[in-house]
C-alpha cells in the first residue's frame, strides 16, 4: 500500500511539472524539450528566495509561477512565435538548443552541486495509517496535483478564455475571422504553461533534486507523461502520470537490477497499443 | 517496379534521374580531401578516423530523417546495437574486422526492421517518443547486463585482428583511419545510388506529400520500413568501426547527447543532401576538437546557440548556404 501511496504521490509530482508541457505541446502543438529548463528555473527561483532571502516556502511559490511565467511570456515574444508554423523536426531542434543553452547558463550562475531545499515544519514527516505510511509532503502533493488537474479542466473546457484556446488552435485563421487574438491567446498559453512547468519544478526539489542537469535527466519523463496521455488531453496526463509513476516506484522497489528499464518498457508497450495515447483525440489533419 | 515497354532505352523516364546520379567534379574534389589530410595533418589520425565514423554515423540518419523524413531521436540504439556486436564478438575471440562488420550490419538492421514497425505506428511526437524509447531501453540494458556488456566500465579486451589479414592495427592509426575511410566510402557510393534510384524518389515523395504517394501506387509503410532498416544497418557498421578501430565499447555509445549532437551535426550540414551529412560532422568534430581546452560547459551553451541560430536562420545548412552561393556566382557570370 505504501509503494501504491508513494507512486501516486511521484506520479502527482510527475503531473504538476508535465501539465504544462500537455499544455504547450498538447494544445498549441509545440514541441517543446525545452520544458525542463522551465522547470529548472522555477526550482531555482524557488531555492533562491526561501534559503537567500528568507521568504517562506508556500508564499515563494506563487512568486515562482508569476517569474518564470515572466520569463514564458518574453522568450515566446522573441523566440518560440517565429516556429509555431514550422516542423516538428525544427522545434525539436530548436529547443535542444535552448535546453543544452540553459544547462549551461544554470551551470555558470548557480554551479553544479545539488541545491538544497528545507521544508517548514509542518510540511515534513508522516503519519500512520494501519498498513500505510502517509507521509504529509507527498499528501499535499496529491492535493494539490488534483487541485490544478481540476481547475485546468474547467479552463479549457468551461471558460471563455478555453473556448478561445481551443478554437486558436484548431484553426487560428478561422478563429482570427472571428475576431479573437489569436497571438494573445497564445502567449497567455505558453505563459501558462511555463509556469506550471516552474511551479512543478519549485514543488519537486524536494523529491527530485536539483542540478543543472535536471532538465535532461527528466525530459524523457515528461514527454512519456505526454505522449501517453494524449496530447492535449488534462485528463490523459493525469491518468498518464500516476500509473508512470506508480510504475517506476514499484519497478524501483520490486526490480532494482532493472532501473528504468521498467518506465520505458510501460511507455513504449502503451504506445504501440495506443499511438494517440490514452486519451487522445484521433490526430487531426 | 517494371518500366513499361514501349519506352525507348536511353530517353526514358529514369533519364532525369540519371543525369542526377552523374559524379561532378566537385565531388572526386571532396574525396580527395581526406587523401590530403592523411598526408597534411598525420598527427591527427585518430581525430580523422573519428570523423570518418562519425560521418557514416550521420550519413544513416540523413537517409532515414533528410530523405525519408522519419524524425529520431534515438538512432543511436542501431549504434550502439552495432557497436556491441562487434565488440562482443571480437573479444570473444573472432577478431576478424569485416566479419565484425557484418555481424554488427545484420544485428543493427534486425532491430531496425523489428522497431520500424513500431516506428511505423504512430505520426511525429509518437515516432520521438517511440525511437527515443527504445534507445533508452537499450542503454539501461547495456547498463545493468554487466556480465555481458561490462556496464559502466565498458566494454573492453576486444582483439581485433589485421585487416585482409595483413595491415594490423597500429598505434599511430594509419590502418584505422584507412579503414574507416574505405568502408566509409564504399557505403557513400551505394547510399548514392540508392537515393538517386526510383526507391530514393519514392523516399523522397513520401517526405513531401505522404497523402499522395499511395495513390501512385507506393507502398509507404514498406518503403518507409526498407529504408529505416537501411539506416539501422548503416548506423550499425558505424558503431561497429568505433568498436574496432578504439577496441573499447563505452555505454554512452547508446546515450541521447550523442543521438542529439548527431541531429545538430546533420542540419548543421544540412539535411537531404548526404554531402551535407559528411561536411557537418567534420566542420563539428574539428570545432570540437579546437575548442575542447575550452570549459565543457561553454562548449554546450554554444552548442545550443548554434542551434537556435541555423533552426531560425540557416534551415539548410552548410550545403544550403554553398547551393546559394553557386547560383549567385553563376549569376555572375
Request: charged share 10%; aromatic share 10%; proline share 3%.
Amino acid at each position: 500500500m505504501t509503494i501504491f501511496f508513494d507512486g501516486i504521490a511521484s506520479g502527482m509530482l510527475l503531473f504538476l511539472i508535465s501539465v504544462g508541457l500537455s499544455v504547450t505541446l498538447g494544445l498549441m502543438n509545440f514541441v517543446n524539450l525545452a520544458h525542463g529548463a522551465f522547470a529548472m528555473l522555477g526550482g531555482y527561483i524557488c531555492v533562491t528566495l526561501t534559503q537567500h532571502a528568507g521568504i517562506p516556502f508556500l508564499a515563494s511559490l506563487p512568486l515562482v509561477l508569476v517569474g518564470v511565467g515572466l520569463v514564458g511570456v518574453v522568450l515566446e515574444r522573441l523566440l518560440y512565435r517565429r516556429l509555431y508554423g514550422a516542423t516538428h523536426l525544427d522545434q525539436v531542434l530548436f529547443s535542444i538548443g535552448l535546453l543544452l543553452m540553459s544547462i549551461a547558463g544554470a551551470h555558470f550562475v548557480f554551479g553544479d552541486e545539488q541545491q538544497p531545499l528545507e521544508l517548514p515544519n509542518y510540511l515534513q514527516g508522516q503519519f500512520n495509517l494501519p498498513g500505510l505510511d502517509v507521509g504529509i509532503y507527498r499528501l499535499f502533493l496529491i492535493i494539490l496535483g488534483a487541485a490544478i488537474a481540476l481547475g485546468l479542466e474547467l479552463l479549457v473546457r468551461r471558460t471563455r478564455f478555453g473556448a478561445q484556446l481551443r478554437a486558436s488552435v484548431d484553426n487560428p485563421r478561422a478563429a482570427r475571422g472571428l475576431g479573437i487574438d489569436v497571438n494573445r491567446v497564445f502567449t497567455l498559453t505558453f505563459a501558462l504553461g511555463s509556469a506550471l512547468a516552474g511551479l512543478g519544478g519549485a514543488l519537486g526539489v524536494e523529491m527530485l533534486g536539483l542540478d543543472p542537469g535536471f532538465p535532461l535527466k527528466y525530459i524523457v519523463y515528461f514527454l512519456i507523461v505526454v505522449a501517453v496521455g494524449g496530447s492535449g488531453s488534462i485528463k490523459g496526463s493525469l491518468l498518464a502520470s500516476v500509473v508512470l509513476g506508480v510504475a517506476d516506484v514499484a519497478g524501483k522497489y520490486y526490480l532494482p537490477e532493472f532501473g528504468a528499464f521498467v518506465i520505458y518498457a510501460v511507455m513504449v508497450s502503451m504506445l504501440i497499443f495506443r499511438p494517440q495515447g490514452l486519451l487522445g483525440r484521433a490526430a487531426a489533419l | 517496379m517494371r518500366q513499361p515497354c514501349e519506352m525507348p532505352k536511353d530517353v526514358g523516364e529514369r533519364e532525369p534521374l540519371r543525369r542526377a546520379a552523374r559524379w561532378r567534379a566537385a565531388e572526386w574534389g571532396f574525396w580527395s580531401l581526406p587523401v590530403i589530410a592523411y598526408f597534411v595533418f598525420p598527427d591527427n589520425l585518430v581525430l580523422l578516423s573519428q570523423i570518418a565514423i562519425t560521418g557514416l554515423f550521420c550519413l544513416s540518419l540523413d537517409l532515414i530523417l533528410g530523405y525519408a523524413g522519419i524524425v529520431s531521436l534515438g538512432h543511436v540504439a542501431f549504434f550502439g546495437v552495432g557497436a556491441y556486436a562487434a565488440g562482443l564478438l571480437a573479444s570473444h575471440g573472432h577478431g576478424e574486422p569485416f566479419t565484425g562488420l557484418a555481424v554488427a550490419a545484420v544485428s543493427a538492421a534486425a532491430l531496425g526492421y523489428i522497431t520500424s514497425f513500431l516506428v511505423l505506428r504512430g505520426a511525429d511526437l509518437t515516432r520521438l517518443m517511440v525511437t527515443l524509447g527504445v534507445a533508452m531501453m537499450l542503454y539501461e540494458l547495456a547498463n545493468k547486463l554487466t556480465d555481458i556488456t561490462g556496464g559502466v566500465d565498458g566494454l573492453s579486451g576486444i582483439d581485433v585482428h589485421p585487416v585482409l589479414g595483413y595491415f594490423a592495427f597500429d598505434l599511430y592509426g594509419k590502418t584505422a583511419y584507412w579503414y574507416c575511410l574505405a568502408v566509409l566510402f564504399v557505403l557513400f557510393v551505394l547510399a548514392r545510388r540508392l537515393v538517386h534510384s526510383p526507391f530514393g524518389l519514392s523516399l523522397r515523395g513520401i517526405r513531401l506529400n505522404v497523402g499522395r504517394m499511395p495513390a501512385l501506387g507506393t507502398p509507404v509503410n514498406r518503403r518507409l520500413s526498407a529504408i529505416y532498416t537501411i539506416g539501422a544497418l548503416y548506423a550499425g557498421v558505424a558503431g561497429a568501426l568505433l568498436a574496432q578501430t578504439t577496441q573499447f565499447v563505452a555505454v554512452d555509445s547508446l546515450g541521447f547527447s550523442r543521438s542529439a549532437e548527431l541531429l545538430l551535426m546533420l542540419v548543421l550540414g544540412g539535411s537531404g543532401t548526404l554531402y551535407g551529412a559528411l561536411v557537418g560532422t567534420s566542420v563539428f568534430m574539428v570545432a570540437r576538437y579546437l575548442l575542447s581546452n575550452l570549459n565543457a560547459q561553454y562548449w554546450q551553451f554554444w552548442l545550443g546557440l548554434l542551434l537556435v541560430l541555423i533552426v531560425l536562420f540557416a534551415r539548410d545548412g552548410i550545403m544550403g548556404g554553398l547551393r546559394r552561393l553557386m547560383r549567385l556566382l553563376r549569376r555572375n557570370e
